[in-house]
C-alpha cells in the first residue's frame, strides 16, 4: 500500500496539477501512478514535467537515456522505476533483452552508450564524486561537455524519481521487473 496518496483519478488530484495530468495523459494514453503521487505538488510535478521535456531536447538519443535510467533505478533499489523504465526500453526505446539487463548491471552492449551508462553508475554510486579518469572514459568514447552536464542531470532526475516512488511505496502499474541473480 502506498505511503503518499495516489489520486484515483485526475479529478481527485489538486486542481492546479489536473491540467499537468491531462498532458501525461494525452503524451503517455494513461497517467502512470508516479504522476499520480507527485500530482500532490503541483509545483514538484510541473517541475519535473519541465525538466523532463527540456531534457528530451537535449544531446542524448532516448535509448541512453532509457539506458541511464535502468542503471540508476537499479543501483537505488526502486522496483516502480525499473518497471517503468523496462517496459520504456523494451517497447519505445527497442532495447533488447540482453540490453536491459547489461544497463541493469551499469554497463551497455553497444560501445558509445557503455561509457554513458558507466559513468552514470559511477555517478550514482559516488553521490556525483567521480575521478577524472571517469571523465576521461566519456570523454574518449565521444561525450563532449553538454551530454556530460545532461548524463548527471538525468542521473538526478531519475534518482529524485526512485527516491519519490520508495518513499511512497508506489503501486507498479507497469509489467513487474524480475530481481537480477544475486
Known amino acids: 500500500m502506498t505511503r503518499i496518496a495516489t489520486p484515483a483519478t485526475m479529478a481527485d488530484a489538486p486542481l492546479a496539477a489536473q491540467p499537468l495530468l491531462e498532458t501525461v495523459r494525452k503524451q503517455l494514453g494513461s497517467v502512470p501512478n508516479l504522476f499520480r503521487v507527485v500530482s500532490n505538488s503541483p509545483a514538484a510535478l510541473e517541475g519535473y514535467l519541465g525538466l523532463s521535456a527540456a531534457l528530451g531536447k537535449g544531446a542524448l538519443p532516448a535509448a541512453t537515456r532509457e539506458r541511464v535510467a535502468l542503471a540508476v533505478a537499479e543501483i537505488n533499489g526502486c522496483g516502480y522505476c525499473l518497471s517503468a523504465h523496462g517496459y520504456l526500453a523494451k517497447n519505445v526505446a527497442k532495447l533488447d533483452e540482453a540490453e536491459i539487463r547489461a544497463n541493469r ?30 571523465l576521461r572514459s566519456l570523454r574518449l568514447a565521444g561525450y563532449d561537455d553538454a551530454q556530460i ?13 526512485n527516491y519519490i516512488n520508495t518513499v511512497a511505496q508506489t503501486v507498479i502499474d507497469f509489467p513487474s521487473a524480475k530481481a537480477l541473480a544475486a
Open 105 to 134: 548491471e551499469g554497463h551497455s552492449n553497444d560501445p558509445m552508450a557503455d561509457a554513458a551508462v558507466k559513468f552514470a553508475a559511477q555517478v550514482t554510486k559516488m553521490r556525483g564524486h567521480v575521478s577524472d579518469d571517469d
Open 149 to 161: 552536464v545532461e548524463i548527471v542531470l538525468h542521473v538526478a532526475l531519475n534518482t529524485w524519481t
